[in-house]
């Protein structure tokens, strides 16, 4: 059972868990700096605002939207295996349930973030 | 692996101490996280669009109450201990001896530099009413 499990979807939740983490915490690192330059240098802070509201940062946005929710998700699935040891045989169920919520809740979401690009940024 | 069933988030440790409590502040964090990073996401995402939050409306709109900067101040000391105790775990993985040293000393001199720079701008920057 544990080599089944290491090869597969257990493998990718922890692999997609971290490569997410990571994700996240380099945009954090970049996020407290921008945040700063509200205070430091409000200047700055526009010109790079101007990034994320263009069509790449609202594509890089949604990625990051994407693995935040993912961390998020596959996070409470492992909380929840941690804390009630006997869900463990449900880890694969739990893990396309992840998936199930991440579609659902992800792609409207998406979509707000990237409809901007074809119709014009609000002013 | 001395865990009997975790296999997906880090083994819970035994013994107790340190280690032990840090990873119960990961998942405690990270329950927290879950409520405030993904409620910060959608804030800046959904209800408002990154093409009008310029740093005066950060200073009239989004942080011109109390509740909002200690939402975010509590946010970003949420972040640092679970991404900076998170990238250690990450570390200690594939890094060792000297070279782990070295990293983990720059990992937390950014965190201090986060610390400060975040809780800084947050708790400074004056409130400017909208007009």
């Known amino acids: ?123 | 692996m001395s865990g009997r069933y975790s296999r997906v988030g880090r083994t819970r440790p035994s013994g107790g101490g340190l280690e032990l409590a840090i990873w119960y502040l990961m998942r405690l964090t990270g329950l927290g996280l879950f409520v405030l990073a993904l409620s910060h996401f959608l804030i800046v995402h959904v209800i408002y669009d990154p093409a009008e939050q310029t740093a005066s409306w950060i200073a009239e709109v989004r942080w011109s109450s109390l509740f909002w900067r200690a939402f975010d101040w509590s946010l970003l000391m949420l972040v640092l201990f679970h991404g900076f105790m998170g990238m250690r775990t990450v570390i200690v993985d594939y890094a060792s001896g000297r070279a782990r040293l070295f990293i983990m000393s720059g990992l937390y001199l950014l965190g201090l530099a986060l610390f400060v720079l975040g809780t800084l701008v947050v708790m400074t920057l004056p409130v400017v009413p909208k007009g």
């Open chain 1, 1 to 123: 059972m544990l080599l089944r499990y290491r090869g597969r979807e257990g493998m990718y939740a922890w692999a997609f868990h971290r490569i997410a983490g990571v994700g996240v915490w380099a945009f954090v690192v970049l996020h407290v700096i921008d945040i700063y330059l509200v205070g430091g240098n409000p200047e700055a802070y526009d010109e790079l605002l101007q990034i994320y509201a263009s069509p790449i940062g609202r594509v890089v946005e949604t990625v990051l939207g994407a693995a935040l929710l993912y961390h998020a998700l596959n996070g409470l699935r492992i909380i929840v295996m941690d804390f009630w040891p006997p869900l463990t045989r449900w880890h694969r169920q739990l893990w396309y349930l992840c998936w199930v919520i991440f579609v659902g809740v992800g792609l409207p979401v998406a979509y707000v973030i990237l409809k901007p690009i074809w119709e014009g940024a609000p002013t």
